[in-house]
C-alpha cells in the first residue's frame, strides 16, 4: 500500500471525476486488486481534469494540502502557482504530491517553461501543474477506471505513458545529463509489472504520434538483453511473447 493513498481516497472521494492517479500508485492500487505486489512508490503523481475542475475541488485539494502540513511546495517562478508538494508533517498523508495536466483553453498561456497554471471555476487559481502533451492527456481521459472510490489510469494507459517516459529518460541521458539507471529502468520494468493485468481482448486506438513512440519504445527493449521478465512477475511466456501481445494491444502493425 502507498502510504497515504486511503487517506487520498476518503478525502476525495466525491471529485473522482476531477482528477485520476497514474505512475507507480496507480500501477500499486491496480496490481492490488489481483493479488500482486508492485515496488515501493512514494509518489502521488495526479493528472487534474481541467475540463472538470470545480471551486469545490480547489477547496478540498488546499484542505489536505493544510491537514497533511506539508513543508516543502514548489511552484513556478513567473506565476508562484504550486505544482509539488511533499515532505507533510502528518504520517498518513502522502510524501508527495506532484501534479499533471494540459493548458487549459481558458488561460492565455504565454509560456513558462513546463508549468501552466490551472483556473478552476473559470478563475485562476494558486495550482499549476506540470504540462501534458495534448494526444496523451485525451489518452488519459478515455483511459479512467474507479478502484473502490479512487479514480486510477487502466494499466494499458499506464504502460503508454511508462513507455513515453523511458524514451524522454532515454534521450536526456544521450544529450549529457545524469540520470541513474535505476531511474531509467524503473519505467521500462513496469511496463513488464503491470502486463499480466492487462485486458485479454483489449484493443486501443491511438494518435499516430503516439504510436509511433510506443514502436520506438519496442525497438529499445526488442534489442535490450538485460530485460529478465521472469523476475518481474512473467513466468509463463517469453519476451517476444510479450512484445507481439503489445503490438496487438496498441495496433503497431
Request: with cysteine; proline share 4%; hydrophobic share 40%.
Amino acid at each position: 500500500m502507498v502510504r497515504g493513498l486511503t487517506t487520498f481516497r476518503e478525502h476525495f472521494i466525491d471529485y473522482k471525476e476531477q482528477y485520476v492517479l497514474i505512475g507507480g500508485a496507480a500501477s500499486s492500487e491496480i496490481l492490488s486488486q489481483s493479488g500482486l505486489t508492485f515496488r515501493a512508490t512514494r509518489d502521488l503523481d495526479i493528472v487534474l481534469i481541467v475540463e472538470a475542475l470545480s471551486a469545490e475541488f480547489g477547496r478540498a485539494f488546499w484542505e489536505f494540502i493544510e491537514k497533511g502540513n506539508y513543508r516543502s511546495i514548489f511552484q513556478n517562478k513567473e506565476e508562484k502557482k504550486c505544482y509539488r508538494f511533499n515532505n507533510p508533517v502528518n504520517a498518513i498523508y502522502p510524501e508527495q504530491i506532484e501534479l499533471f495536466s494540459r493548458i487549459p483553453e481558458t488561460i492565455d498561456f504565454k509560456g513558462y517553461g513546463r508549468i501552466t497554471p490551472i483556473p478552476i471555476d473559470n478563475e485562476l487559481s494558486s495550482l499549476s501543474a506540470i504540462i501534458l502533451d495534448d494526444n496523451y492527456y485525451s489518452l488519459i481521459k478515455n483511459g479512467l477506471m474507479d478502484i473502490n472510490g479512487l479514480s486510477c489510469l487502466r494499466p494499458a494507459y499506464i504502460i503508454i505513458l511508462k513507455a513515453k517516459a523511458y524514451l524522454n529518460m532515454t534521450k536526456s541521458i544521450a544529450e549529457g545529463e545524469n540520470i541513474t539507471s535505476q531511474k531509467l529502468n524503473k519505467h521500462k520494468n513496469d511496463v513488464f509489472r503491470l502486463f499480466p493485468v492487462l485486458e485479454p481482448n483489449e484493443i486501443i486506438e491511438l494518435p499516430l504520434s503516439v504510436k509511433n513512440d510506443l514502436r520506438d519504445f519496442i525497438f529499445l527493449i526488442e534489442n535490450d538483453t538485460t530485460i529478465n521478465i521472469k523476475n518481474l512477475g512473467i513466468r509463463r511466456i517469453g519476451l517476444k511473447e510479450v512484445i507481439e501481445r503489445l503490438k496487438i494491444i496498441f495496433n503497431l502493425d
